[in-house]
């Protein structure tokens, strides 16, 4: 871990990129597994798991910001002679999009009938898509070998999509209203960073990441403590059993419900501090997003080998092989200065 000296600007994009993988790996896996009773011989539905693994997150994000002692670095008001750290006005709307993305994350592994490589391909091809448009919105240049990652990450989609061609993909209704909502949170939260945070300044980048950080988890634990007060309807039901009768289940079961939170943390805050490089958006997605969908490949090798999923097909396999060429290019930079 570093001193809490260090700025965002002593790391490599690519150690976050490390850092975003080996959190995915687990976080994913772990996810598909209990949702589908693969784990303590139970099936936990995807929102049941919403609160302990919020709760994990939440202290996993306290606990890291606090080490790395970033704290400082927030937005401070004085309450009752004592220093806050709090966010602004902007930073709390991109928190309250970090916490549908997290979200929604977590609900995207839970679909039955939906792999896990394919549910990634179509939320990070969703974002890919978006980046050079934020990109064009905030006047960045975009630089070509920027342009030819993003075309061979998107070309990885097209692959995912020709195996379902004919067959509906197998979405649900509530699977295309989860990746609508995340992509909609996507698209507000990486406008907010491009024009206010990705910059030269390391300062405003930590400020940006901790403040944002400081709101997304807590405000999806608030949402969901007032759904399972509210109680109606079945997303509320199955909310509230997870703030109740969830802490029945096998010790097994709630144990993968809190390392499943602390690695969703964990891809949170790799994955924004992916996202604030000042590089441009069309740099940075795909980095962020080819290290999530080679985490999804090995998460399903990982299920296929402990809780007898299944391997990944052929076609994600051909995806993921373009996800490692998008890659390559985007090392261009890092070998020219060399």
């Keep these: 871990m570093a001193s809490s000296g260090h700025k965002l600007s002593d790391y490599s994009i690519w150690g976050f990129a490390f850092g975003y993988f080996a959190s995915y790996v687990p976080y994913s896996a772990l996810t598909k597994a209990v949702s589908s009773g693969q784990i303590g011989n139970q099936k936990v539905p995807g929102v049941e798991l919403l609160p302990i693994s919020a709760t994990a997150s939440l202290v996993g994000m306290f606990a890291f910001i606090t080490l790395m002692g970033w ?15 709090r966010p602004t006005r902007w930073t709390f709307l991109s928190g309250l999009c970090t916490s549908a993305i997290i ?6 592994y839970t679909f039955e009938g939906i792999s896990i490589v394919f549910m990634m391909l179509l939320l990070r091809g969703g974002v890919l898509i978006l980046a050079p448009f934020i990109d064009a919105l905030s006047g960045r240049r975009v630089r070509w ?53 990705k910059s030269d300044d390391a300062d405003q980048r930590t400020r940006y990441f901790v403040e944002e950080q400081m709101v997304g988890t807590p405000a999806l634990l608030v949402f969901l403590a007032a759904c399972a007060l509210i109680d109606h309807g079945d997303f509320m039901h199955l909310v509230r059993a997870g703030f109740t009768s969830f802490l029945s289940r096998s010790p097994t079961i709630i144990a993968t419900g809190i390392v499943i ?18 590089r441009e958006n069309t740099y940075c997605v795909p980095v962020n997003r080819c290290s999530s969908i080679l985490a ?5 090798y990982l299920g296929m080998a402990f809780f007898s999923g299944k391997p990944p097909s052929s076609y994600e396999l051909a995806g993921a092989g373009l996800i490692v060429a998008a890659i390559l290019v985007l090392t261009v930079p890092l070998l020219r200065r060399r």
């Design 261 to 278: 939170g602390i690695c969703s943390q964990g891809t949170g805050i790799f994955g924004g501090l992916i996202l604030l490089d000042k």
């Design 103 to 108: 979200a929604t994350t977590t609900l995207a």
């Design 296 to 300: 999804g490949v090995a998460a399903s």
């Design 145 to 197: 070998f920027s342009m030819i990652g993003l075309l061979l990450s998107l070309s990885a989609l097209v692959v995912a999509f020709l195996e379902g061609k004919g067959q509906g993909f197998g979405l649900t209704q509530l699977a295309i209203l989860d990746v609508a909502v995340y992509l909609l949170s996507y698209f507000i939260r990486l406008q907010f960073m491009s024009r206010l945070a």
């Design 71 to 85: 704290w400082r670095h927030a937005t401070h008001s004085t309450v009752a002679g004592r220093s806050i750290p």
